[in-house]
Nanobody, 115 residues
């Protein structure tokens, strides 16, 4: 069992930056692939960024070059650095920990990009 707690969301102006954190507890963090998803009102939940246990990363085209996913296995924490934010990045952002046999979700953190 893994418990995930996201933090770092908030209101930011277009062009600004935020860093989201996902703190994990309850299991061996390093074995999980960590994902960040987002869900805007009335839309489906979409995968934004992935980092594997080995540190390989992948990004949705819409955030490539602006977002950076990372992890600190010693701190059991995953991060999502978001730069050059746009109004269309507004959504609830969710952290997900996934292995071959299980998948866990955090409660989400709201990111609002608006002037």
């Amino acid at each position: 069992q893994v418990q995930l707690v996201e933090s770092g969301g908030g209101l930011v102006q277009p062009g600004g930056s935020l860093r989201l954190s996902c703190a994990a507890s309850g299991s061996i963090f390093s074995i999980y692939t960590m994902n960040w998803y987002r869900q805007a009102p009335g839309k489906q939940r979409d995968l934004v960024a992935t980092i594997t246990s080995g540190g390989n990363t992948n990004y949705a085209d819409s955030v490539k070059g602006r977002y950076t996913i990372s992890r600190d296995n010693a701190e059991n924490t995953a991060y999502l650095q978001m730069n050059s934010l746009k109004p269309e990045d507004t959504a609830v952002y969710y952290c997900n920990a996934k292995s071959f046999i299980s998948s866990y979700w955090g409660q989400g953190t709201q990111v609002t990009v608006s002037s």
